[in-house]
């Protein structure tokens, strides 16, 4: 059972205080802590599950600067066996196409039965990558994967739709599966994992490599691109309390009171 | 500019509200181009969902066939492809639900149409497509351009474009054939499943306290769930909460999990992606606990609190206690 997971390095925002960069197309980085895509996270580890039952190798394959080995390397020390940063300033600004693209070329010519990316990354939110990479390689996928039962040559998948219904669907292997969070309980990693995973390789790929031309990548190979980020225009603010812990409290009391709710 | 395709979503005989949001958007974006607007259905006897389409679009183009009966992207892919190559349509639009998100993405590549995801705006100027979307978690919106080209895909947002009373179009229904010849074998629908309800019903309840990933860790969840019993109310939260087992599935409040509409909705260390807000901005009374001033909660909240919700929830529930009368 041969798996590549597709992973990607992301700034935490969630709780972060963001700021629009002086190009008014991106955010400002500084300052923020970059860590491994949620859902890309569920993938590595049910990739690594997958391979703990089976047998079989798990690659992790990135596209990113330097720093993106932070990412690599915590997935192999929870399991990976191989790391592929693939990294060329050319691949900036590169859209949810052209980083399939870029996957494709890499994946196409390794040996795999599943090919795993997350839904979706929590930065840009394009929830394309999976499906876009299995038209790239002309085979099935699912997306929204939430369970995977592997029985021969089949991947009977429970996928999430709407208000709490799944769908159970059989694929045949191999194929791409875009995992959704909750999947499993990603593992905690130990030190000494950490520290024998820093010895691993990582393999590092440029444009060169991938025999793409520059025009397929980054903002010349995109389909989508950001003329502007902006804020988001408020329709109604909430009415802030403020004071104390215990003042707020009290207010908040108040309210219901009046609202006749208590 | 000679026609929009809307891919009509429905499931186990319902049409999904998804379905009219793209036709009141489509319908706009026609007008404008001066296109026709098409609604796409393909099912197993779905006539009814036809004509129910025929008020909202100009023409509603129907593929029938038992293949059809459930969505299934690989003979979605089939026959939807087929259409759109023989009646290029300059715009398709589907839903940005589970399977839409499915679905575009191979159909683009397949076609070689630019596609754009979960879209909240689309404008159609000067032969540019351009649209509105979110990125960071609802915390920035931009505006991005889709390359040139003779035909466009996107997929929407739900709960976005509100769908208006307007006048029927008293669309033609069109029955097209379908260009599926045999099952499906790479990729087969099985059953829908429902994982097993826990005993608490969210949907039903009065007040209700939710939780989102501020709460920081499975331990601190008891106390809260005092707070939501010191109310009379049930405890739910956001998505982040159930992916990690700290609450059953259906307790999980938003697009993927239940909607609410409590008197009364507490919002303790939930940021408020779109998701969760889509299952709970109906609630009568939203009171937001952050300690993100900006997180986009705010922005559905009735009144808001920027502070830490443990430094909070200690004073409020001796409050609370207080006004009904218990003991503290």
């Known amino acids: 059972m041969d798996i590549i997971v597709c992973v990607k390095q992301v700034p935490e925002t969630a709780e972060a205080d963001m700021k629009i960069n002086s190009t008014g197309k991106g955010i400002e980085k500084t300052g923020l802590v970059f860590d491994i895509n949620e859902w890309d996270d569920y993938a590595l580890e049910e990739a690594v599950r997958l391979k703990e039952k089976f047998g079989g190798a798990v690659t992790a394959i990135t596209i990113g600067t330097e720093d993106a080995d932070n990412t690599l390397r915590k997935c192999l020390a929870r399991g990976a066996d191989k790391a592929i940063r693939l990294t060329d300033p050319k691949f900036e600004n590169s859209d949810g196409y052209a980083i399939a693209k870029i996957l494709h070329k890499v994946i196409k010519d390794m040996p795999f039965n599943l090919v795993l990316t997350g839904a979706q990354a929590d930065d840009d939110s394009y929830a394309v990558v999976g499906p876009f990479l299995a038209e790239l390689l002309g085979i099935p996928h699912a997306t929204m994967v939430k369970k995977i039962e592997l029985n021969g040559e089949v991947a009977k998948i429970n996928r999430e739709l709407e208000g709490g219904l799944q769908e159970i669907v059989e694929v045949k292997m191999p194929s791409v599966l875009a995992i959704q969070t909750g999947i499993n309980e990603p593992r905690y990693v130990s030190i000494m994992g950490t520290r024998k995973a820093m010895q691993k390789e990582i393999k590092i790929l440029s444009l060169t490599e991938t025999g793409l031309s520059e025009n397929e990548v980054g903002e010349a190979g995109s389909w989508v691109t950001i003329q502007k980020m902006y804020v988001p225009p408020v329709e109604k603010l909430a009415e802030f309390l403020k004071g104390s812990p215990e003042e707020i409290a009290s207010k908040i009391a108040e309210i219901l009171r009046a609202k006749g709710l208590i | ?328």
């Open chain 2, 1 to 328: 500019m000679n026609e929009i395709f809307v891919l009509a979503e429905h499931r186990q005989g319902q049409m999904r509200d998804i379905t009219f949001e793209m036709l009141a958007k489509g319908r706009e974006l026609a007008e404008k181009s001066g296109a026709e607007l098409t609604a796409v259905l393909l099912g197993e006897d779905v006539k009814d969902h036809a004509k129910t389409l025929s008020d909202y679009a100009k023409n509603v183009l129907l593929v029938e066939d038992n293949k059809l009966k459930n969505y299934n992207s690989e003979s979605y892919q089939k026959v939807l492809s087929g259409l759109i190559k023989e009646r290029k349509p300059w715009l398709t639009l589907m839903g940005h639900t589970s399977s839409g998100i499915d679905l575009a993405p191979r159909l683009a590549v397949m076609l070689n149409m630019p596609l754009a995801t979960d879209c909240i705006d689309l404008k159609f100027d000067n032969q540019t497509l351009t649209v509105t979307r979110q990125m960071y978690g609802g915390k920035v919106n931009v505006e991005a351009v889709l390359r040139r080209a003779e035909g466009y895909m996107a997929t929407i947002r739900q709960a976005t474009f509100p769908v208006k009373k307007e006048p029927s179009m008293n669309g033609k229904i069109i029955q097209a054939p379908s260009s599926l010849s045999e099952e499906m074998t790479r990729k087969r629908f099985v059953e829908y499943v429902l994982p097993p309800p826990s005993g608490v019903d969210i949907t039903i309840a009065e007040f209700i306290v939710g939780i989102g990933r501020g709460i920081k860790d499975a331990s601190n969840i008891p106390q809260i769930e005092e707070l939501a019993k010191t109310l009379g109310g049930a405890l739910a939260c956001s998505r982040p909460i159930v992916d990690k087992g700290w609450l059953p599935n259906d307790r999980q409040v938003g697009s993927s999990g239940k909607t609410i509409k409590p008197k009364l909705y507490i919002a303790l260390g939930i940021s408020g992606a779109f998701q969760h807000v889509l299952g709970m901005k109906s609630s009568d009374l939203i009171i937001a606990v952050n300690k993100d001033s900006k997180a986009p909660i705010f922005g559905v909240a009735d009144y808001g609190v920027v502070e830490d919700l443990f430094k909070l929830v200690p004073s409020l529930k001796s409050k609370i206690q207080e006004l009904k009368g218990q003991k503290v």
